[in-house]
């Protein structure tokens, strides 16, 4: 489990089908991906995210408000394929009511931390669609750089944003104790 001031980042449940499916079937919300999801792909989303925290011990989690409990969305860490290499990457999806008000980079944030306190890899990255500059921005919040762009079958042109962990222990020392 991770705390944010505003946020708990959990292990998802089948529980969560729901809610996810709200998400992750709506058009507006998924414009950036080939397709919503339907009900099986949606299933298939919670059995690979508990899949990942058996086999790797991290996945996506589910992103909670701490005041209500109200699922609002998911963050987390995963392998990915970046342009051929299997990266560690994190990602995110905030229902669209809650959009716009800094949750993603506050989980965003809170799963970098945890990753470079957790795991031994030196680089975290992010990953999408040329077009999504939702998540771009997300990315740079989280102190990602572009590194990357390349032609990507499902995306048309893919960007790659990375952090290394040099860079994140020069930053939190530069800025004591602030949170970004
Ligand atoms: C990408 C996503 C997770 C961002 O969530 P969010 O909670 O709205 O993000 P935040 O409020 O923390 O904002 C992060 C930054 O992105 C910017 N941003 C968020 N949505 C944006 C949009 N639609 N267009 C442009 N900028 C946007 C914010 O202004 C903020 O920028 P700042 O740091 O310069 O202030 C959300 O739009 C989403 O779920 N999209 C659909 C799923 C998706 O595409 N996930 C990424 C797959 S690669």
Same mark, same amino acid.
């Given at each position: 489990?991770?705390?944010?001031?505003?946020?708990?980042?959990? #292990?998802?449940?089948? %529980?969560?089908?729901?809610? &996810?499916?709200? @998400?992750?079937?709506?058009?507006?919300?998924?414009?950036?991906?080939?397709?919503?999801?339907?009900?099986?792909?949606?299933?298939?989303?919670?059995?690979?995210?508990?899949?990942?925290?058996a086999q790797y011990g991290f996945g996506l989690?589910?992103?909670?408000?701490?005041?209500?409990? #109200?699922?609002?969305? %998911?963050?987390?860490?995963? &392998?990915?394929? @970046?342009?051929?290499?299997m990266l560690p990457e994190i990602g995110y999806h905030i229902h669209k009511k809650y959009q716009k008000r800094g949750f993603a980079k506050e989980a965003a944030r809170a799963v970098r931390d945890w990753a470079f306190l957790n795991t031994k890899y030196r680089a975290l990255y992010s990953y999408m669609k040329y077009t999504n500059e939702g998540s771009r921005r997300t990315a740079e919040a989280?102190?990602?750089?572009?590194?990357?762009?390349?032609?990507?079958?499902?995306?048309?042109?893919?960007?790659?944003?990375s952090v290394t962990r040099e860079e994140w222990i020069h930053k939190k020392e530069k800025d004591g104790t602030d949170n970004s």
């Open positions: 489990m991770i705390e944010t001031e505003r946020l708990l980042l959990r #292990e998802y449940t089948p %529980d969560d089908y729901d809610a &996810l499916y709200e @998400i992750m079937s709506d058009p507006e919300t998924m414009q950036h991906y080939p397709a919503p999801f339907d009900e099986e792909r949606t299933r298939r989303w919670i059995e690979w995210n508990l899949d990942n925290y989690w589910a992103v909670v408000l701490k005041e209500t409990g #109200e699922f609002i969305g %998911d963050c987390g860490l995963t &392998l990915q394929n @970046i342009d051929g290499e989280v102190g990602m750089k572009k590194v990357k762009e390349y032609p990507d079958p499902k995306n048309t042109i893919s960007y790659a944003f």
